[in-house]
C-alpha cells in the first residue's frame, strides 16, 4: 500500500481522490503485486493464448493450452469494459467456447480449446483487432464513474468500478509494451502537474490524450563503449549498418548506435529501442571474442515529426521489498541454517539451502533479466521438487511445495503494508472512547491484525481515513477478513490460484529461454514475482526451522509448512473441503452461524513478524 502524502484533495472529488490512488499503487514500483495492475489482461491473455497453439500436440500444448483459456475466459468474463455493445458478441463467444463445461482439464483432448482450435484462432484474432480502440472505451467509462455522486448506498460498487476500470487503463498499457515506470510518470507529470491551473477535468483529457496517443517515429541514440569494435570500424569507413542499427566511432574506444523505431513516445521508444540493440550486442560480440561490449544507460531520444530530443535513462528492474535484519534477527537467522553435528563438512543443514542462496546472489548480480529469472527458478526449483514428487511435470512438483509459504505471506505482507502506510501518513494514535485507546506506533503484523479484528477498533481506524480514499478502501476490505476467517480462507484460497497460474506462466517463460532461447514480454514483472516466491519460501524455511530444530533439509521443511497450512485454512474455512461447486453454499452457511477460528492464522503469522 503506497500512500501520496503530498497529494492534495482539496479541489477532488472523492472519486477523483479515490481514483488517483488507485492509479498511484497500480502503476508504483514498490506496491504490492496486489495493488499493482493485473498481470493478465485481455490483450496481452488474448496474444498469449494464441501463441500457444505454437506447440501444437507437443511440450504438453494441449494442457497449457487448457490453463490458459480457463483464466483468459474468467478475465474477459468479468471485464466491464467488454460488456460494451462492441465486444459483446465475440466476448459471449469466447466465454462459451472457454468455459469449465467444454474444457474440463483431466481430459484435454476432448476440450474445446484443442478440438475446435481453428475456431478459437479465428475469434482470437478477431477479439485482438476489436480491441484496437480498448483503451478509448475504458476511459470513457471511468469518466462515467468518475462523475456519479457518491452516497452510502452505491459507494462500495462506484469504487469498485473505477477500481476494475483503472486496472483495465493500466493493464492495457503494459500490455501495449508501456512501462511501468512511465505509467508512473503519468502521475507525477500529468495528474499531479499544474493543479493550480488545470482543474482534474483538463488533466484527465491529457491523461486519456497521452494514454491512447497514435505512435509515430523516433530516432533513438545509444553510447556503446568498445576499444576493439571501435578500432574495426576504422577500416570500414567509421560506420556500419546491423539490423536497424549505424553503428558509429565517436572517438577512441566509444561509438554510437542509431536506429528508428515506432512509439506511442519517448521512453517506450527507448525501451523498445534498447531490446533490440541487445540483439545486436548479442551478434556482434561473438566477434569480439572476450572483449567487453557495453551499453551506457543514458539515451537520447528524438521525435521525427517535431524534430525535439530528449536524454533518458534505461530504467532499472522492479525492485522487491528489503528484508532488514536487526542483530538479533541476524543471529536468529544464522543459528536456524546452520548446522549442529560436528560431523557435517557444510555449514548449513543440507547443501541445498547454500546453493539456494548462490543462485538468489548470483540472480540479483546478474545483468540481464533472461539469468535472472533462470537463476530464480533453479534455486526455486532446487529447494522444492523433490517435496512432492507424485505432482506431474517440474512446475506442479515446484507449484505444490511453494504455495503454501506465498499464500500465508500474501496475509503478512498486506498487514505489513498496512503498518508501513500509518505511519507514513502520520497517524498512529487512536481515541475510540474515553475507555478505549490504542496505538500504531511500532505495531507489528499481530497487532494490525488485532486491531483490524476488532470491529470497534476497526471502524474507528477505517473513519479518520476519509482524506485517503482509496487506503480507507483497502483497509475496510481486509478488515473483512479479519473479522471473519471464513472470508479470510476464501481470500487465500482466491490468492494461491492467481499464484497457482502466475507460476505455471514463470516456467513457460523460463523454458523458452532455456530451450528455445525465445524473447519473452512482460519478463520485468514475472521476475519480480519470482524473486518475491524464492525469498517467500527462503523465509519461511528459515522460520520454521527455528523453531523447529529437528527439520534439517528444505524438503522436511516444506512438507511441514504444507500441513501446518493446509490445517490453517480449514480451520479458517471449513468450506474448503468441498469441491468447487458446493463451496460457496457451505461458506454462507458458516458466515450466518458467525462462524470464526483464527487461532492457526496467528500462530504462522508470528513467524512472519520482522
Not at 156 to 165: E, H, K, Q
Amino acid at each position: 500500500m503506497r500512500i501520496d502524502k503530498a497529494l492534495s484533495t482539496d479541489d477532488l472529488t472523492i472519486n477523483q481522490a479515490f481514483f488517483k490512488g488507485c492509479w498511484f499503487n497500480m502503476s508504483h514500483e514498490m506496491s504490492l503485486d496486489s495493488d499493482r495492475a493485473s498481470f493478465v489482461h485481455p490483450i496481452n491473455g488474448a496474444h498469449e493464448l494464441l501463441s500457444l497453439y505454437d506447440f501444437g500436440d507437443n511440450f504438453g500444448g494441449p494442457s497449457k493450452r487448457v490453463t490458459v483459456s480457463l483464466e483468459f475466459q474468467e478475465v474477459i468474463k468479468t471485464d466491464l469494459v467488454l460488456k460494451g455493445s462492441k465486444y459483446a458478441l465475440i466476448t459471449e463467444k469466447l466465454v462459451s467456447l472457454l468455459s469449465i463445461e467444454k474444457n474440463n482439464p483431466s481430459n484435454t483432448e476432448q476440450c474445446a480449446i484443442n478440438k475446435q482450435s481453428d475456431l478459437v484462432i479465428i475469434l482470437l484474432k478477431e477479439f485482438i483487432y476489436l480491441t484496437e480502440t480498448y483503451l478509448e472505451d475504458a476511459f470513457s467509462l471511468l469518466e462515467a464513474q468518475l462523475s456519479v455522486e457518491i452516497n452510502d448506498d452505491n459507494k462500495n460498487s462506484v469504487f469498485t468500478d473505477i477500481l476494475s476500470l483503472t486496472n483495465s487503463i493500466v493493464g492495457g498499457l503494459i500490455s501495449s509494451g508501456v512501462g511501468l515506470n512511465e505509467i508512473s510518470s503519468f502521475y507525477r507529470h500529468i495528474l499531479c502537474l499544474n493543479m493550480e491551473d488545470n482543474t482534474f477535468s483538463q488533466r484527465y483529457e491529457h491523461l486519456k490524450a497521452a494514454a491512447t496517443k497514435v505512435p509515430e517515429d523516433f530516432e533513438i541514440t545509444f553510447q556503446v563503449e568498445s576499444t576493439d569494435l571501435a578500432s574495426i570500424l576504422n577500416n570500414i569507413d567509421d560506420s556500419f549498418t546491423f539490423g536497424l542499427f549505424t553503428l558509429s566511432k565517436k572517438a577512441e574506444g566509444l561509438l554510437t548506435a542509431k536506429c528508428i523505431v515506432r512509439a506511442q513516445s519517448y521512453t517506450t521508444a527507448g525501451t523498445k529501442a534498447y531490446e533490440l540493440l541487445g540483439e545486436v550486442i548479442d551478434a556482434v560480440s561473438y566477434t569480439q571474442a572476450k572483449s567487453s561490449i557495453i551499453v551506457r544507460k543514458k539515451y537520447v531520444a528524438k521525435s521525427i515529426q517535431s524534430q525535439r530530443g530528449k536524454t533518458f535513462t534505461i530504467h532499472r528492474a522492479i525492485p522487491n521489498p528489503v528484508y532488514r535484519f536487526n542483530e538479533d534477527s541476524f543471529r536468529h537467522f544464522c543459528e536456524s541454517i546452520q548446522s549442529t553435528s560436528q560431523q557435517e563438512i557444510s555449514s548449513f543443514k543440507h547443501n541445498k539451502i547454500a546453493a539456494a542462496f548462490r543462485l538468489l546472489r548470483i540472480g540479483t548480480g546478474a545483468l540481464s533479466l533472461e539469468a535472472k529469472l533462470t537463476s530464480y527458478w533453479t534455486a526455486l526449483e532446487s529447494l522444492t521438487r523433490d517435496v512432492f514428487p507424485s505432482h506431474n511435470g517440474d512446475d506442479g512438483k515446484v507449484i505444490a511445495a511453494a504455495i503454501p509459504s506465498i499464500s500465508i505471506n500474501y496475509v503478512s505482507k498486506r498487514l505489513k503494508s498496512f503498518v508501513y502506510a500509518f505511519n507514513h501518513i502520520g497517524l498512529t494514535e487512536f481515541q475510540v472512547d474515553e475507555d478505549t485507546a490504542f496505538s500504531l506506533q511500532g505495531a507489528d503484523i499481530i497487532d494490525m491484525y488485532k486491531a483490524l479484528r476488532d470491529t470497534n477498533k476497526a471502524n474507528h481506524i477505517i473513519a479518520k481515513l476519509v482524506d485517503y480514499p482509496f487506503f480507507q478502501f483497502k483497509v475496510h476490505s481486509f478488515s473483512q477478513c479479519c473479522q471473519s476467517s471464513v472470508k479470510m480462507g476464501a481470500r487465500i484460497e482466491s490468492h494461491e490460484q492467481k499464484v497457482k497460474l502466475q507460476l505455471h506462466r514463470i516456467y513457460r517463460a523460463r523454458n523458452a529461454i532455456a530451450h528455445d532461447a525465445g524473447k519473452v514480454d512482460n519478463l520485468e514483472l514475472l521476475c519480480s514475482n519470482l524473486e518475491h516466491y524464492l525469498t517467500s519460501n527462503l523465509n519461511s524455511m528459515i522460520g520454521l526451522m527455528s523453531i523447529k530444530p529437528t527439520l534439517e533439509s528444505p524438503k522436511e521443511c516444506f512438507i511441514q509448512y504444507a500441513d501446518m497450512v493446509r490445517d490453517i485454512k480449514l480451520s479458517l474455512n471449513p468450506a474448503l473441503k468441498k469441491k468447487a461447486d458446493k463451496r460457496a453454499g457451505e461458506e454462507q452457511k458458516l458466515l450466518n452461524e458467525n462462524y470464526h477460528n483464527d487461532e492457526k492464522l496467528l500462530v504462522l503469522l508470528n513467524l512472519n513478524k520482522t
